[in-house]
């Protein structure tokens, strides 16, 4: 089936300092979405992404659907202790999978006051 | 706008009791409904899914069904817990096939 690769597992960052995290896939898809998830929480859409190339904000965070459809990251400026939690990117493959959402195993954030 | 709710929030059973999750959605008609399983510290596994009231398909087979009673309901369930079910259960839903999914706020579950 489509998996999703993300990277990093982890990041143990500085109060202040930028993240950055991506997803990449042999396949391509035509939608990528990006979850946080609060400890013991369902995931809260963040940003959604329907267009290659689309780059789109949040506050102080910015995403993009990679040119190729096979990527995306995402990037937190400035980072403060509120965006501990771990991050997850999802999509659609263009063929194959129905209506099921692909996952990527997460990134868990921690950042340090 | 829309909501979805899920209870219990957490709960506790002991092996072979049964067990009956409860999933809600306002503010929306004839959703798309899922329902996730998280392990600890890991990634999200689709066990099922549903299009319409009566209509549920599963992903992976397992000591688990589900229901959709209604049209903004789906309940999860088991005749008989083991102890691998304990986990987090996130109910989602969206729009249709292939859109963007928002899920609740999940139901821990610990099987001892």
């Known amino acids: 089936g489509q998996q999703l690769n993300q990277s990093p597992q982890s990041m143990f960052i500085q109060e202040g300092e930028d993240v950055s995290m991506n997803c990449t896939s042999s396949?391509?898809?035509?939608?990528w979405l990006w979850y946080k998830q609060d400890p013991g929480e369902g995931p809260v859409l963040l940003i959604a992404l329907y267009k290659a190339g689309e780059l789109t904000s949040n506050g102080r965070l910015t995403a993009q659907f990679g040119i190729t459809r096979k990527d995306s990251f995402l990037n937190i400026s400035a980072s403060i202790p509120s965006d501990v939690g771990i991050y997850f990117c999802a999509g659609y493959p263009l063929q194959g999978a129905g209506n099921m959402l692909t996952f990527g195993g997460g990134t868990r954030l921690m950042v340090k006051p | 706008s829309q909501t979805i709710h899920q209870w219990p929030a957490t709960l506790v059973q002991p092996v072979g009791s049964p067990l009956s999750l409860e999933c809600t959605v306002e503010?929306?008609?004839?959703?798309?409904l899922y329902w996730y399983r998280q392990a600890a510290g890991r990634g999200l596994q689709l066990l099922f899914y549903?299009?319409?009231?009566?209509?549920i398909s599963s992903e992976v087979p397992q000591n688990l069904s589900a229901s959709r009673p209604q049209d903004r309901q789906f309940i999860l369930s088991s005749k008989k817990l083991l102890l691998s079910d304990s986990g987090f259960y996130l109910c989602a839903w969206s729009d249709g096939g292939r859109e963007t999914q928002y899920f609740g706020p999940g139901t821990r579950l610990l099987v001892l």
């Open positions: 549903s299009v319409g009231i009566g209509q």
């Open positions: 396949s391509i898809f035509n939608t």
């Open positions: 503010g929306t008609s004839n959703p798309n």
